[in-house]
């Protein structure tokens, strides 16, 4: 049996949209140890298709990283969100555009050694102009990109976040939809 049994939950800080926790927790073969983990709402994020041959792409920069990133548009999931509301609502937000039509792409734990994070992908299409409207704390701008030099961004590393690379290589490869 592979099972862990939490003993005793520690929150070490309620964060704005994720907490952080470090429990104490009976393994197996009956050893106590500590799990460091985020519990995180969920977040949904979308490939936005502006035509058969081009997507939206969100230039933003990542503290953590300390550089500017390309990503598709996405966002956490608020408390009574679905994730259908949520990337409806994040599409428009970074990119002021809406979809007349959002399919489920594929949803994923980017991050399960230390997180219970999960985002939802969709793919966008039928996009019409909406309006742009960022949090006050999101400073980003939106690209229309060629899905081909998307992909290309993918492989020389001008592309490295994990949902982006994920939405990129699934509706290419695993659908097998070739643009």
């Known amino acids: 049996m592979m099972i862990e049994k939490a003993i005793k939950k520690n929150i070490v800080y309620y964060g704005v949209g994720v907490d952080f926790f470090c429990d104490e927790v009976k393994l197996p073969n009956n050893t106590i140890v500590k799990r460091e983990y ?15 041959d081009n997507i939206i792409l969100v230039k933003q920069y990542r503290y953590p990283l300390n550089q500017v ?3 598709i548009p996405a966002g956490k999931i608020n408390k ?3 994730p259908f509301e949520c990337v409806s609502r994040e599409l428009e937000e970074e990119t002021g555009y809406r979809a007349k039509k959002l399919e489920k ?37 939106s690209e229309i990109v060629n899905f081909k030099k998307a992909i290309k961004m ?4 001008k592309i490295v976040d994990s949902k982006t690379i994920i939405a990129l290589i699934y509706f290419e490869n695993i659908l097998n939809i070739k643009i």
Request: aromatic fraction near 14%; hydrophobic fraction near 40%.
């Open 38 to 52: 985020i519990n995180h709402p969920g977040a949904a994020a979308t490939l936005p298709f502006v035509d058969k």
């Open 69 to 71: 990133t390309y990503e």
């Open 80 to 82: 009574g969100e679905t």
């Open 105 to 141: 792409l594929i949803s994923f734990y980017p991050t399960t050694a230390f997180s219970n994070e999960i985002i939802y992908t969709f793919v966008a299409f039928g996009l019409e102009v909406g309006r742009q409207n960022a949090d006050e704390d999101e400073f980003v701008s």
């Open 154 to 157: 993918v492989k020389t590393g």
